[in-house]
């Protein structure tokens, strides 16, 4: 049977582009390195090249930007920048189309955008994670890194100092939290940490941190204790609250 040709050889449609939105408070490539990789763990293809959209409306970026840099260090950790929004400079502007990225304030809305990255005005909640839950029954140690994609992390024996747990999701630890934890990994602004012997060098919900490099509050250390993200309309905290079990 002979395949009907198709009337025409391309043909053209409105789509709706799920994109995730990258809010930008800074566009030196060197230091946005150093954030993402407290972030995400420095772990590379996080995001399993999803689409992207550079938000510049939060800060007033002028001069010169590193379009290559900003690129490649993106695409390091999964995303495929295709556009930007909040750019007002004519320069910046035509560097970002030199590079291939649309301009989506200039261009019909296309793109629905998911809030991954820390932003003002906060991101709206992510939606839970639909994956199995991670559960890790011997101790993480020093040096190592476990990461629940798109789900939950349940440890079962604690973590140790120089050890690095990340979650989608939530991250639950049974035994001594030591290390760095880094929960809503990819913007789960309602995720939480919770643990039963708090005493860890860094804690992080939905790329909001915390260290603790002169030791954990007494009333907090080695205790129960929930971790969480406080948004307002002027700034995102981490508020740890103990637990009574």
């Given at each position: 049977m002979t395949r009907p040709s198709p009337s025409r050889s391309i043909e053209f449609h409105n789509t709706s582009l799920e994109a995730v939105l990258v809010s930008l408070n800074r566009t030196d490539?060197?230091?946005?390195?150093?954030?993402?990789?407290?972030m995400l763990g420095g772990k590379p293809g996080v995001f399993n090249r999803e689409a992207a959209i550079l938000d510049f409306s939060a800060i007033e970026a002028s001069g010169a930007i590193d379009w290559n840099g900003l690129l490649?260090?993106?695409?390091?950790?999964?995303?495929?920048?295709?556009?930007?929004?909040?750019?007002?400079?004519?320069?910046?502007?035509?560097g970002a189309r030199r590079v291939g990225?649309?301009?989506?304030?200039?261009?019909?809305?296309?793109?629905e955008a998911k809030p991954v990255a820390k932003s003002a005005p906060p991101p709206p909640p992510v939606s839970g994670p639909s994956s199995p839950t991670l559960y890790?029954?011997?101790?993480?140690?020093?040096?190592?890194?476990?990461?629940?994609?798109?789900?939950?992390?349940?440890?079962?024996?604690?973590?140790?100092?120089?050890?690095?747990?990340?979650?989608?999701?939530?991250?639950?630890?049974?035994?001594?939290?030591?290390?760095?934890?880094?929960?809503?990994?990819?913007?789960n602004t309602e995720a939480r940490i919770i643990a039963t012997c708090f005493g860890p060098e860094l804690v992080a919900v939905a790329g909001v941190y915390r260290t603790f490099e002169?030791?954990?509050?007494?009333?907090i250390a080695g205790g129960a204790v929930v971790v969480r993200m406080k948004s307002s309309a002027k700034n995102q905290s981490i508020v740890i609250d103990p637990l009574k079990i």
């Open positions: 490539p060197a230091g946005l390195a150093d954030e993402m990789h407290k490649s260090l993106l695409r390091r950790y999964g995303l495929q920048p295709v556009g930007t929004r909040g750019l007002s400079d004519e320069a910046q502007i035509a990225l649309a301009d989506f304030d200039a261009s019909p809305a296309t793109a890790i029954d011997k101790p993480v140690r020093s040096g190592q890194q476990i990461y629940a994609q798109g789900g939950d992390l349940v440890l079962l024996a604690g973590i140790s100092p120089g050890s690095e747990v990340i979650a989608d999701g939530n991250i639950h630890c049974f035994g001594p939290l030591a290390g760095r934890a880094l929960a809503g990994a990819r913007g002169r030791g954990v509050p007494d009333i």
